[in-house]
């Protein structure tokens, strides 16, 4: 991907990005160099201002860098949010890092000045919003003028609606709470701060090189004279220097809960560790070297656990270098060979991606590292996946154990459900590899839930609340209708929670419930009537095939929980009754041809990516014989695309999340087709969004726009905005390789 392209891929963008503004300048020489904002455009023109020239973007899991050429001086902006997901404190902290460093290129030093704003419209979404704003040095405000500036505090500015409204949002923006923007003077030789119009201000930076010490006191929304945030540091004549800026938005509280003792507001998890927002921002600006290091040793685990799966060294997106040579080749075919001795045949001028040459199917993207695209793959998920994600500490009632948290996720760039069941479910392999109790805290406020007698339906529910953060349940039973998916999904979570953890109190204690969810799957998951499933933008569809399997494998991990429990005759129930229906199923979903599965039941030539046997490789449930995945494997490359295998045959567009589940229950050779193709979706798809979960598998690989505009951005599962929870899914891999506690699973680790 070229370098401006990736920038908006991996570039972490504030909700409302079109107004959002940052206007961040390294002053070299007297010469002021804007890099990462668009601030410039609406200064006068000076030779005294130019754009910084972008030279390379790098990224791993924890990191996004961005260098920049700026006359004599290489710009380099850092931006550092830790995935750390078995530290409960770190991991709830709201706010992530900022560094930006300059160094000589000559050898010679050079006059140093850093400059970095924020306007209003990272924390209101209308421009008409009254916002107010203070700064503060520690935890006291600095209301005056020409307030001087010494040593080395923490300096934030803490900027928030004058009229927030509790608990709700607009264009994925919170309505409460508050942006913090924080430095310190650090080295720097005089440090300025200031706020007032953004136009004038700017200017007279770029003019001055310094700022006033003035924090305006007319309060306003970003549509009248838009009020900017900044921060100057004048580090005089050096060869190297740099600046840290910690950001973020901090609600308090964070969660509202319904309870028996009615709807309880609960409190962000970091307030247990750390105290109000002034502690939380002065630990965590004080936690970067700790922090880092923590981050690394994720990223090494990561990266050595990538290696173990393949048994190979990784490329690395840590530190810039050349793309993967991906073959162009010239207008029609060509003809090659890849690594492993495989003749294909290519052009540029189609969607048919590489093709072999003796049956023109689908092989991997040629002379690349599985290994290296699979790294690239995971490493930029991880930070989408955390970031839709919230803890909280439970409500103390009831006895109510408040020593661990509660986990509530948002369905980003859809519909902004709390704790969707079926977003949940594919974003499942991260927290397996990672830390499969932050699985069980996501889960919680489910049961708790519907155990509590919130929700009248025999089946699961689709969500804990139609708006986050609103975690008001849908007492009367009228949320989304996906009966057949969500217990499906409930009871695989459930117990692969199990299987990971060797928690069967836990399975006791909700045991009661996932017999009615298992009871609505024996009766309804076999001949599935007409609902939606997980894909639920593709429209409803009687008798899905996928869907019927997820049942299935529902009733045979249910088997497994009952004898985890010491329900010998239930689990030998279903057991029997997963394994009749696993007959039926076959008599009614492979094709006549003997080829594949087909879509829904009995529509011959239909077909579609059979996701929902994972849990059965995964698991090591032992109801999906070796016969079916090999034939799904070898049907697969007989319809690829450039760009991967649609995600089944009534349109070309997949999802991320889907083709590595489903990578994971294939050959190498069809695994590879899966994860070389989304690696090179990466590396070329016109997309500008952050990495999303559904996209075209040919063309330019962009949003799908057939036969309505669907547009994910970053979401947990796999995403518009900036994470997206679903990416989860792109641990497939990984997952099957962590030992099991409560169960045993096979490897599929063979690179051949």
């Given at each position: 991907?070229?370098v401006?392209?990736?920038?908006?891929?991996?570039?972490?963008?504030?909700p409302?990005?079109?107004?959002?503004s940052?206007?961040?300048?390294?002053?070299?020489?007297?010469?002021?160099?804007?890099?990462?904002?668009?601030?410039?455009?609406?200064?006068?023109?000076?030779?005294?201002?130019?754009?910084?020239?972008p030279?390379?973007?790098?990224y791993?899991?924890?990191?996004?860098?961005?260098?920049?050429?700026?006359g004599?001086?290489?710009?380099?902006?850092?931006?550092?949010?830790?995935v750390l997901?078995?530290?409960?404190?770190?991991?709830?902290?709201?706010?992530?890092?900022?560094?930006?460093?300059?160094?000589?290129?000559?050898?010679?030093?050079?006059?140093?000045?850093?400059y970095s704003?924020?306007?209003?419209?990272w924390?209101?979404?209308?421009?008409?919003?009254?916002?107010?704003?203070?700064?503060?040095?520690?935890?006291?405000?600095?209301?005056?003028?020409?307030?001087?500036?010494?040593?080395?505090?923490?300096?934030?500015?803490?900027i928030?609606?004058?009229?927030?409204?509790?608990?709700?949002?607009?264009?994925?923006?919170?309505?409460?709470?508050?942006?913090?923007?924080?430095?310190?003077?650090?080295?720097?030789?005089?440090?300025?701060?200031?706020?007032?119009?953004?136009?004038?201000?700017?200017?007279?930076?770029?003019?001055?090189?310094?700022?006033?010490?003035?924090?305006?006191?007319?309060?306003?929304?970003?549509?009248?004279?838009?009020?900017?945030?900044?921060?100057?540091?004048?580090?005089?004549?050096?060869?190297?220097?740099?600046?840290?800026?910690?950001?973020?938005?901090?609600?308090?509280?964070?969660?509202?809960?319904?309870?028996?003792?009615?709807?309880?507001?609960?409190?962000?998890?970091?307030?247990?560790?750390?105290?109000?927002?002034?502690?939380?921002?002065?630990?965590?600006?004080?936690?970067?070297?700790?922090?880092?290091?923590?981050?690394?040793?994720?990223?090494?685990q990561?990266?050595?656990?990538?290696?173990?799966?393949?048994?190979?060294?990784?490329y690395?997106?840590?530190?810039?270098?050349?793309?993967?040579?991906?073959?162009?080749?010239?207008?029609?075919?060509?003809?090659?060979?890849?690594?492993?001795?495989?003749?294909?045949?290519?052009?540029?001028?189609?969607?048919?991606?590489f093709?072999?040459?003796?049956?023109?199917?689908?092989?991997?993207?040629?002379?690349?590292?599985?290994?290296?695209?699979?790294?690239?793959?995971?490493?930029?998920?991880?930070?989408q996946?955390?970031?839709?994600?919230?803890?909280?500490?439970?409500?103390?009632?009831?006895?109510?154990?408040?020593?661990?948290p509660?986990?509530?996720?948002?369905?980003?760039?859809?519909?902004?459900?709390?704790?969707?069941?079926?977003?949940?479910?594919?974003?499942?392999?991260?927290?397996?590899?990672?830390?499969?109790?932050?699985?069980?805290?996501?889960?919680?406020?489910?049961?708790?839930?519907q155990?509590?007698?919130?929700?009248?339906?025999?089946?699961?529910?689709?969500?804990?609340?139609?708006?986050?953060?609103?975690?008001?349940?849908?007492?009367?039973?009228n949320?989304?209708?996906?009966?057949?998916?969500?217990?499906?999904?409930?009871?695989?979570?459930?117990?692969?929670?199990?299987?990971?953890?060797?928690?069967?109190?836990?399975?006791?204690?909700?045991?009661?419930?996932?017999?009615?969810?298992?009871?609505?799957?024996?009766?309804?998951?076999?001949?599935?009537?007409?609902?939606?499933?997980?894909?639920?933008?593709?429209?409803?569809?009687?008798?899905?095939?996928?869907?019927?399997?997820?049942?299935?494998?529902?009733?045979?991990?249910?088997?497994k929980?009952?004898?985890?429990?010491?329900?010998?005759?239930?689990?030998?129930?279903?057991?029997?009754?997963?394994s009749?229906?696993?007959?039926?199923?076959?008599?009614?979903?492979?094709?006549?041809?003997?080829?594949?599965?087909?879509?829904?039941?009995?529509?011959?030539?239909?077909?579609?990516?059979?996701?929902?046997?994972?849990?059965?490789?995964?698991?090591?449930?032992g109801?999906?014989?070796?016969?079916?995945?090999?034939?799904?494997?070898?049907?697969?490359?007989?319809?690829?695309?450039?760009?991967?295998?649609?995600?089944?045959?009534?349109?070309?567009?997949?999802?991320?999340?889907?083709?590595?589940?489903?990578?994971?229950?294939?050959?190498?050779?069809?695994r590879?087709?899966?994860?070389?193709?989304?690696a090179?979706?990466?590396?070329?798809?016109?997309?500008?969004?952050?990495?999303?979960?559904?996209?075209?598998?040919?063309?330019?690989?962009?949003?799908?726009?057939?036969?309505?505009?669907?547009?994910?951005?970053?979401?947990?599962?796999?995403?518009?905005?900036?994470?997206?929870?679903?990416?989860?899914?792109?641990?497939?891999?990984?997952?099957?390789?962590?030992?099991?506690?409560?169960?045993?699973?096979?490897?599929?680790?063979?690179?051949?």
């Amino acid at each position: 991907m070229a370098v401006l392209a990736l920038f908006h891929a991996i570039l972490p963008l504030p909700p409302t990005s079109r107004c959002s503004s940052q206007f961040p300048i390294v002053t070299v020489d007297g010469v002021s160099y804007e890099y990462l904002g668009t601030g410039s455009q609406n200064l006068p023109t000076s030779s005294n201002l130019q754009s910084a020239v972008p030279r390379s973007v790098s990224y791993d899991s924890q990191y996004s860098n961005f260098t920049f050429g700026a006359g004599p001086v290489e710009i380099t902006a850092s931006f550092l949010s830790s995935v750390l997901p078995t530290d409960l404190c770190r991991t709830s902290i709201p706010l992530s890092y900022l560094t930006t460093s300059a160094r000589s290129l000559d050898g010679s030093p050079h006059s140093v000045q850093f400059y970095s704003d924020v306007n209003g419209a990272w924390a209101a979404s209308e421009s008409n919003a009254t916002l107010q704003w203070n700064l503060y040095q520690g935890s006291s405000p600095i209301n005056g003028s020409n307030t001087a500036t010494s040593g080395s505090n923490i300096y934030s500015w803490l900027i928030d609606l004058q009229t927030p409204y509790l608990y709700a949002e607009e264009n994925d923006m919170p309505l409460w709470g508050n942006f913090t923007y924080s430095t310190s003077p650090s080295q720097s030789q005089n440090f300025t701060f200031q706020s007032g119009y953004s136009t004038n201000l700017r200017y007279n930076y770029v003019m001055q090189h310094s700022l006033t010490n003035i924090v305006d006191g007319s309060y306003r929304g970003y549509g009248s004279s838009d009020p900017v945030f900044a921060y100057a540091h004048d580090f005089g004549s050096v060869s190297q220097a740099s600046v840290m800026y910690t950001i973020g938005s901090v609600q308090q509280p964070i969660i509202r809960y319904l309870t028996n003792q009615g709807v309880i507001p609960l409190n962000p998890w970091w307030m247990q560790c750390y105290g109000d927002i002034h502690q939380l921002i002065n630990f965590h600006y004080n936690d970067f070297s700790q922090n880092q290091q923590l981050a690394a040793a994720y990223e090494t685990q990561l990266k050595a656990d990538v290696n173990s799966y393949y048994s190979t060294s990784v490329y690395s997106n840590s530190t810039p270098s050349t793309p993967y040579p991906y073959s162009d080749g010239p207008s029609g075919y060509t003809d090659g060979a890849d690594q492993f001795g495989n003749r294909y045949e290519f052009s540029p001028d189609n969607g048919y991606g590489f093709l072999s040459a003796t049956n023109f199917s689908g092989i991997a993207i040629p002379d690349v590292s599985e290994a290296g695209s699979y790294y690239s793959i995971i490493a930029l998920s991880a930070r989408q996946v955390m970031g839709a994600y919230v803890l909280a500490t439970p409500p103390s009632i009831n006895g109510s154990n408040t020593s661990e948290p509660l986990m509530f996720q948002k369905e980003i760039s859809s519909d902004g459900n709390v704790n969707t069941v079926d977003v949940m479910y594919p974003a499942m392999p991260f927290f397996l590899y990672s830390n499969v109790e932050l699985l069980r805290y996501n889960l919680e406020p489910l049961y708790q839930n519907q155990e509590g007698g919130f929700y009248p339906n025999t089946y699961s529910m689709h969500d804990l609340g139609t708006n986050f953060p609103n975690a008001t349940g849908h007492v009367e039973g009228n949320d989304e209708y996906m009966p057949v998916e969500e217990s499906g999904n409930m009871v695989i979570m459930t117990y692969a929670y199990y299987a990971y953890s060797g928690n069967a109190a836990w399975l006791t204690q909700h045991y009661n419930k996932l017999k009615q969810w298992a009871s609505y799957l024996i009766e309804f998951s076999l001949i599935p009537g007409n609902q939606l499933s997980t894909d639920d933008f593709a429209g409803t569809l009687v008798n899905q095939t996928n869907l019927a399997i997820k049942g299935i494998v529902g009733l045979q991990a249910m088997s497994k929980i009952a004898a985890a429990v010491g329900d010998s005759a239930g689990a030998a129930n279903y057991s029997t009754t997963a394994s009749s229906y696993f007959s039926q199923w076959e008599t009614f979903a492979i094709d006549p041809s003997g080829q594949h599965t087909v879509l829904a039941y009995e529509w011959r030539s239909s077909w579609g990516l059979l996701y929902n046997t994972y849990p059965d490789k995964l698991l090591n449930l032992g109801i999906i014989p070796d016969a079916l995945y090999a034939m799904q494997s070898n049907w697969y490359r007989t319809v690829s695309q450039v760009f991967g295998v649609p995600l089944d045959n009534r349109h070309h567009y997949t999802k991320s999340d889907w083709e590595m589940w489903t990578a994971a229950t294939c050959e190498p050779a069809t695994r590879r087709l899966f994860v070389n193709g989304l690696a090179y979706w990466l590396n070329g798809t016109s997309s500008g969004v952050p990495f999303t979960d559904l996209y075209e598998t040919i063309s330019d690989g962009g949003q799908p726009v057939s036969p309505d505009m669907v547009d994910f951005q970053a979401r947990p599962e796999a995403v518009l905005i900036t994470f997206v929870q679903v990416a989860g899914g792109h641990f497939a891999l990984l997952a099957m390789t962590k030992p099991q506690a409560g169960g045993s699973n096979s490897s599929n680790s063979s690179s051949s």
